[in-house]
């Protein structure tokens, strides 16, 4: 993919090449563990934006690291991504039966199927983040390692999901709102941000504009999908919809209303943005990106 190129060939061409790497790398075995390959491959291939892999390649693009070590570590973090959505459809958790348009795991291959699915995703992305294919550096593999784990976890998502299950027995106010979406959504966004500038060997300190970038992109996402499940069609989503407000959730809608969630959302993709403000139009994707997190219909 050139620099340069349009939002949408790289939307097309990065979820080409995921599904690409999930195909050869889940590659179905000849014996027992087949069903469980299958429903790996059920969630992992078709489907989905790609937006993780897509900011690991946009910003690893800024620092000229290889095409090849992006799509790896995207691939990664798609896979925790997934495997969490195969464990939140779960019905000890949001109890979902569709899942971008096809049956969610558990309802195709089982309860149990399902979870030693997500748990093998899980495994998978630190495997192929440890993979010295993956970058030749053990300390740039040894950090990644690190940051996806911590986004991954109970100080991130995992922790986020925690907080939602808590959200139906509980008045959130909009910091608590605010807190557990930055966690819950937010963290892998951000870690897929940091992961292109850690495979171009920026320090920490270096990151600064890219991390500001990242946690607004982030609650942007989460305040369009908010409105999404307000105001979007369920077969173009893909899945259920109304959901949060059936079960009692606070969301940024229901505390800030349809029109002032609206002007928040386009806050914050303006000011994504403009922490870019030191970069030219080689970050010109990063920019395309923050713009159709609120666009999207999807």
């Given at each position: 993919?050139?620099?340069?190129?349009?939002?949408?060939?790289a939307l097309v061409e990065v979820g080409a090449a995921i599904d690409r790497r999930f195909d050869a790398w889940l590659t179905p075995p000849d014996d027992p563990r087949r069903p469980l390959y299958d429903a790996m491959r059920h969630a992992a291939i078709g489907g989905g934006k790609r937006l993780r892999p897509l900011l690991v390649y946009?910003?690893?693009?800024?620092?000229?690291?290889?095409?090849?070590?992006?799509?790896?570590?995207?691939?990664?973090i798609e896979a925790i991504h997934v495997y969490s959505l195969v464990h939140d459809d779960l019905p000890a958790m949001d109890d979902d039966d569709v899942r971008r348009g096809k049956p969610t795991v558990h309802r195709a291959y089982g309860e149990a199927t399902a979870i030693l699915a997500g748990d093998c995703l899980h495994a998978l992305a630190f495997e192929w983040l440890a993979?010295?294919?993956?970058?030749?550096?053990?300390?740039?593999?040894?950090?990644?390692?690190?940051?996806?784990?911590?986004?991954?976890?109970?100080?991130?998502?995992?922790g986020g999901q925690a907080m939602d299950l808590a959200a139906e027995h509980a008045r959130f106010d909009l910091a608590t709102v605010t807190r557990l979406q930055a966690m819950k959504t937010g963290a892998l966004i951000a870690v897929s941000v940091d992961?292109?500038?850690i495979l171009g060997r920026v320090a920490p300190e270096g990151r600064k504009g890219l991390r500001g970038y990242a946690r607004d992109i982030g609650l942007a996402f989460q305040i369009a999908d908010d409105l999404l499940d307000v105001e979007g069609d369920e077969a173009t989503v893909g899945k259920k919809l109304h959901k949060d407000g059936e079960a009692g959730k606070e969301t940024f809608v229901s505390l800030l209303g349809v029109e002032r969630a609206k002007e928040q959302a386009a806050m914050l993709v303006d000011q994504s943005i403009d922490h870019l403000r030191g970069y030219g139009t080689e970050a010109d994707l990063l920019r395309d990106i923050a713009r159709f997190v609120l666009a999207r219909d999807r």
């Open positions: 993919m050139a620099n340069g190129g349009s939002l949408a060939e946009a910003t690893a693009n800024l620092f000229g690291v290889d095409r090849e070590c992006a799509m790896r570590v995207g691939t990664a993979d010295p294919t993956t970058h030749p550096d053990p300390f740039v593999r040894a950090e990644l390692v690190t940051e996806v784990a911590r986004a991954a976890g109970p100080a991130g998502m995992a992961a292109g500038a």
